[in-house]
């Protein structure tokens, strides 16, 4: 019997490992790495600050200093500080120090990040691909300003009013929404025009994702005990919060005080409407969405395929096809669906219930799915990969929704296998 062979010693030295760990190029590796052999791990204990500061570098590039911002503010528990009782993003562009503890909440703010740039690509940029496309300049401006709008959610959103309110300053209810609202606006003032464009942008994507999450969520049980106001509690929950809601993981508002509402919509439809909307020319952002973070995207040179309209949205709003069928849901909402059937049809309210119920019980991209499948003789030649406006698409919704609904109730529809999946990243 031939006897195992012993595992060889780790074939570098202190310098040349200490070398290698600062090449990583992400703390996941980092810490697969390290993990990997107590002389590794050793090593690292020694020169712990200089690695996690490569490795931090290698992994955040020239956003490093707003996720460190981020995640040093985090722990210091500035919520509710003033501006300038924040550590600036400068602080960040020289020597600092990162605490493992500090590379784990990096490391989990990347992920998040990643997703939702995926998520953002998908949206804006192009519908074609769940993964990100944006070029490593967009990228860079999209995580920059992700950063900088979570620091702000963290500072003065939800989570730092419920700790203000059991601090010392608890009680008076609208001196402390004053308070907050002025610092709001103090921190936004602390940026650049530019820098506030990506933070409005970013802003606007939120807004449409918590949205978007609750349209989606729709049928769920957890839905009924949300309004439509909570897209705005969503939004100014932060990132992490409006990615889980997105994915269907709803969090426990802690805060549901009502008074609280005006503070966040204040936030979302009157400062970035009117004081960023001054800065670019007076145009209201959340109509014409400024392109601060992308170069270019892929329906820019798409037009729709059955007639010379021009979108009066942008066109990530108004033209859809297979890939993005599922977004179209915002548009062409559910609710709206039920005053495309003839006037009969819809009289009684148990037949329109029972339409509802149709609606609801497969998923929104399968009920674009058949529809096309059961079109009539002048609609055979429209594909479901050509792109459509909304008008086009209202026309051809409208103009079969009736034989859609005629199937369904006899069974027809009901049995047919369904063929869409989920076009969402899922991160
Ligand atoms: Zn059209």
Redesign the pocket.
């Known amino acids: 019997m031939v006897d195992s062979p012993s595992l060889p010693a780790f074939p570098l030295d202190s310098d040349l490992t200490d070398c290698l760990l600062t090449t990583l190029r992400d703390f996941e590796s980092l810490q697969a790495f390290i993990s990997s052999s107590k002389f590794i791990y050793s090593i690292f204990r020694c020169r712990q600050n200089s690695i996690l500061g490569a490795v931090a570098h290698s992994q955040f590039g020239l956003a490093l200093p707003q996720a460190m911002r981020l995640v040093k503010c985090l722990d210091r528990n500035h919520s509710s500080g003033l501006a300038h009782e924040l550590q600036c993003e400068a602080d960040f562009a020289q020597d600092f120090t990162i605490t493992p503890a500090q590379a784990r909440l990096l490391q989990n703010h990347a992920a998040i990040v990643r997703a939702l740039e995926d998520i953002y690509s998908w949206r804006e940029k192009d519908p074609r691909f769940k993964s990100s496309q944006l070029s490593a300049a967009e990228s860079l401006r999209f995580q920059k300003s992700v950063y900088r709008f979570w620091l702000l959610a963290a500072m003065y959103g939800p989570g730092a009013v419920v700790d203000e309110r059991l601090g010392d300053r608890g009680g008076n209810h609208l001196e402390l929404k004053d308070s907050i609202v002025t610092k709001q606006i103090t921190f936004l003032l602390s940026f650049g025009e530019v820098e506030l464009l990506g933070i409005d942008e970013v802003h606007g994507f939120f807004l449409d994702l918590a949205e978007w999450a609750l349209v989606k969520h729709t049928t769920s049980p957890t839905r009924a005990r949300f309004s439509d106001r909570n897209d705005i509690f969503l939004v100014w929950s932060g990132p992490a919060v409006i990615l889980d809601a997105f994915r269907g993981k709803w969090p426990s508002f802690r805060l549901v005080n009502s008074q609280w509402y005006g503070t966040w919509r204040a936030m979302t439809y009157a400062f970035f409407a009117s004081e960023i909307g001054s800065i670019t020319g007076g145009r209201v952002l959340s109509t014409i969405r400024q392109r601060f973070i992308l170069d270019d995207h892929f329906l820019e040179n798409v037009d729709?395929s059955?007639?010379e309209?021009l979108p009066s949205l942008s066109r990530a709003d108004s033209l859809w096809s297979l890939c993005n069928w599922e977004y179209m849901i915002l548009t062409i909402t559910p609710s709206r669906l039920g005053s495309f059937l003839s006037f009969e049809k819809r009289r009684p309210l148990e037949m329109l219930m029972s339409f509802t119920e149709a609606i609801e019980s497969i998923p929104y991209p399968q009920f674009i799915e058949e529809i096309f499948d059961v079109r009539s003789e002048g609609y055979k030649d429209w594909k479901k990969e050509d792109w459509?406006?909304t008008?086009?698409m209202t026309k051809m919704l409208s103009g079969n929704i009736q034989t859609w609904f005629d199937e369904r109730a006899t069974g027809a529809g009901a049995s047919r296998d369904p063929s869409v999946s989920h076009v969402v990243p899922s991160g």
């Open positions: 729709c059955r007639c309209g459509l406006c008008q086009c």
